[in-house]
């Protein structure tokens, strides 16, 4: 097993668990919560339960795609044009209702690509991706966010 699928099979979702809903990340508008929501999304566009259009513009997408592929890390505080200044307000009542959804996604996500890893899905920002470039952007993406609250 590829130690970027061990990670989301195995760590993510105990790590995730750490957070309490008080925490205050290191960067951005985001709660515990609202970073846990925001991440199930992003794992849901990889497995098409959620879609978005492109909105790079195509002359960028390779080079966007080239980004997304390296080691580079996001910086702290990388503006996402799918989100506002402002945080969106909390789906969930409580950061348990949170945590199940993103258990959900992140099982969706690897069931999605089983047996079919070569199956390409539009991420709105670098292009369509197969199943090993969705794993190594939703870790950087995932580490990120770890980082953020102090989990990594």
Same mark, same amino acid.
């Given at each position: ?15 995730? =668990? ?6 205050? $990340?290191?960067? $951005?508008?985001? *709660? ?7 991440? &199930?999304? *992003? ?21 966007? !795609? *080239? ?9 702290? $505080?990388? =503006?996402?044009?799918?989100? &506002?200044?402002?945080? +969106?307000?909390?789906?969930?009542? &409580?950061?348990?209702?949170?945590? !199940? ?5 992140? =099982?969706?996500? /690897? *069931? ?7 199956? !390409?899905? /539009?991420?709105?920002?670098? $292009? ?7 794993? +190594? ?7 990120? +966010? ?7």
């Amino acid at each position: 097993m590829i130690p970027k699928e061990l990670f989301f099979k195995e760590q993510y979702i105990p790590l995730i =668990k750490k957070l309490n809903g008080n925490e205050k $990340g290191n960067w $951005g508008v985001l *709660s515990a919560q609202g970073m846990i929501e925001h991440m &199930s999304e *992003s794992i849901a566009i990889a497995s098409m339960r959620i879609v978005h259009a492109l909105h790079t513009p195509p002359e960028l997408v390779e080079k966007y !795609k *080239s980004f997304a592929l390296s080691d580079k890390e996001f910086k702290p $505080g990388t =503006k996402n044009a799918l989100m &506002s200044d402002e945080p +969106h307000p909390l789906r969930h009542r &409580s950061i348990e209702e949170a945590v !199940k959804e993103l258990e959900v996604e992140v =099982k969706e996500f /690897l *069931s999605f690509y089983e047996h079919q890893p070569e199956n !390409k899905v /539009l991420n709105p920002f670098f $292009g369509d991706l197969n199943y090993n470039e969705w794993l +190594h952007l939703l870790h950087k993406h995932a580490t990120h +966010h770890l980082k953020q609250f102090n989990l990594a």
